[in-house]
């Protein structure tokens, strides 16, 4: 069989990073959330600042689509042309194809789910969570009150969905675009965690 991937789409505060970081446990495999920028600044040669400032961010957000880092835009220039975001997502792109070709493992965000659309053992995972839940596990993360912690989960919200549908042509959240989509509120993060070892593993045969 193919190397397998798993990837995890989430909202905030649904414990979908949480879940990722048991799941892979469980399973024996290796996670990519943060990392992944390591590896894109690795393979890149680009300093992984500039990932990091692009991180989940759709371009017309980022500087205007153009990186000035300690006031030299040309210090980050590829060939002939400037290095922005969507060249960014190119090169993260192929770092998370890379990882998916030569491994088993989980991919938290980044579009990794359309990404990888034609790899052929991928899982798509959608995590949610009821918005009470949601809100209090920020206000415990964070140490926000429940209004900032409300705002701080919508704001967060739209975020990702406006870096994920900025790239992709699938819509971040709809249940279609998912092989799983599962609310962490019903069987809390424990219970999750073992709903979804047991459909990777059936899945997969393993």
């Known amino acids: 069989m193919n190397n397998f991937v798993i990837t995890i789409g989430r909202q905030l505060g ?3 990073k949480e879940i990722a970081e048991m799941l892979a446990k469980e399973l024996g ?4 959330d943060k990392t992944l920028l390591q590896e894109a600044s690795r393979e890149s040669g680009i300093d992984a600042t500039v990932f990091e400032m692009a991180d989940e961010r759709e371009s017309s957000s980022v500087f205007g689509s153009l990186f000035s880092i300690h006031g030299s835009i040309s210090e980050y220039m590829l060939g002939e042309s400037y290095l922005d975001s969507n ?3 190119e090169i993260q792109s192929e ?3 890379n990882i998916a070709d030569n491994e088993n493992c989980i991919i938290v965000g980044r579009c990794a789910e359309y990404v990888l659309r034609d790899h052929p053992a991928m899982v798509s995972i959608f995590i949610t969570a009821d918005h009470n839940d949601r809100v209090n596990r920020i206000m415990r993360s964070e140490g ?6 409300a705002e701080f989960v919508e704001k967060g919200d739209k ?5 994920h549908d900025y790239y992709a042509t699938t819509h971040w959240g709809e249940a279609r675009c998912y092989d799983v989509c599962v609310n962490s509120s019903r069987l809390g993060l424990d ?3 073992a709903f979804l070892k047991q459909f990777v593993k059936t899945h997969f045969g393993i």
Do not use: C, D
């Not at 926000?144 to 912690?149: D, S």
């Not at 975020?159 to 870096?163: A, G, H, I, P, T």
């Open 95 to 97: 770092a998370i194809r």
């Open 14 to 16: 649904s414990g979908g």
């Open 144 to 149: 926000l009150a429940h209004e900032a912690a």
């Open 159 to 163: 975020k990702r969905r406006s870096y």
């Open 87 to 89: 060249k960014l997502f």
């Open 29 to 32: 495999i290796k996670l990519y």
């Open 191 to 193: 219970g999750t965690v």
